[in-house]
């Protein structure tokens, strides 16, 4: 079993920076991605943001391209996403994910609130 622990959520003005952090336990001996998700209101919940724990490659949506950075640490399982020049439109619950086994996302966290205000 796996579990995600989010952290870093928080109330921000539009403009501003947060940092969020995930740490993945328990059965981490085959990750392939992490990476976040968000869900903002009235929409269903997007990708946002992930690298390959192989390679290291990472992927944006093009709202958030020049704006965030998706980083990894093997050594600690974590996951970060640097979220700069914060939007009101980027409001929402965030949610760290992991690929195990496989290319897909298969594990979830509870999600991080961030809410930027204009």
């Known amino acids: 079993q796996v579990r995600l622990i989010e952290s870093g959520g928080g109330l921000v003005q539009a403009g501003g920076s947060l940092r969020l952090s995930c740490v993945a336990s328990?059965?981490?001996?085959?990750?392939?991605?992490m990476g976040w998700y968000r869900q903002t209101p009235g929409k269903e919940r997007e990708f946002v943001s992930g690298i390959d724990w192989h390679d290291g490659r990472t992927i944006y949506i093009d709202p958030v391209k020049g704006r965030f950075t998706v980083s990894g640490d093997k050594a600690k399982n974590a996951v970060y996403l640097n979220m700069s020049t914060l939007k009101p439109e980027d409001t929402g619950v965030y949610y760290c994910a992991m690929a195990s086994g496989g290319s897909t996302y298969n594990n979830w966290g509870q999600g991080t609130q961030v809410t930027v205000s204009s």
């Open positions: 328990g059965r981490t001996n085959n990750i392939w991605r």
